[in-house]
């Protein structure tokens, strides 16, 4: 949903549609920068967010433990009994405009 996508923008209404039925499935939206959720809150695809910068602190993984112990720090929510799915990665469209 960048603005800088150069793509139809019959394309970009289905990108919209498919976001906005995903996000009913996600408790809390999480960004990793400001700018991300002021986007998402422009096309009005969220009303709130929170915003968690470089989840993983140098210099790696945490244990299964810690990691859990700082990520309820973060967004202040007893992860307890919760299932946590999380990515790694970085997929955006300057990656796919090389095919």
Same mark, same amino acid.
């Given at each position: 949903m960048d603005p800088n996508y150069k793509k139809d923008w019959h394309l970009k209404i289905i990108y919209w549609l498919v976001f906005k039925f995903l996000l009913c499935f996600v408790?809390?939206?999480v960004f990793v920068s400001k700018n991300n959720l002021e986007i998402a809150k422009k096309l009005k695809l969220v009303k709130n967010g929170i915003v968690i910068y470089n989840g993983i602190p140098e210099p790696g993984f945490l244990e299964r433990d810690t990691a859990r112990k700082f990520f309820e720090v973060k967004i202040k929510i007893d992860l @307890?009994?919760?299932?946590?799915?999380?990515s790694i990665g970085r997929l955006n469209?300057? @990656?796919?405009?090389n095919f």
């Open positions: 408790d809390i939206p @307890k009994d919760k299932f946590i799915i999380g469209y300057q @990656k796919i405009m």
